[in-house]
C-alpha cells in the first residue's frame, strides 16, 4: 500500500518526482488522499472484526494491529508533515 500510495503522489500532475516543483494543491490532495486510504483500511479491518466476533462460529480473528498498520500509520505521520510543510511554504508565497 505504501509503494503505490508513493507511486500515486510521485505521478499526480504529471510530476516526476520532485515534489517542489508540483502544483501544491495538487499535491496535498495527493497526500490526503493516501491518509484516507489508510483510514479507510483501518476501518475496514475494524468492521470485518467486529462482523467476526458476532459470528461465533469462526475462529477469532484476532490479529496485532500494529503489525499490519504500523508501518502506514508511520508512513502517514510523514505525509502529515509534508501536508503542514507544503501548505506553510503555500502560506508564504
Known sequence: ????????????????????????????????????????????YRSMKRKQEASSSDKPFDFNEMQIFGKFNLFCRRLIKLIDMFSTIDEFT
Open 1 to 44: 500500500m505504501i509503494i503505490r500510495c508513493t507511486q500515486n503522489i510521485i505521478s499526480c500532475n504529471g510530476g516526476n518526482g520532485d515534489l517542489w516543483v508540483m502544483d501544491s494543491t495538487t499535491l496535498i490532495k495527493s497526500l490526503e488522499a493516501g491518509i484516507k486510504l489508510n483510514e479507510s483500511y483501518q476501518e475496514e
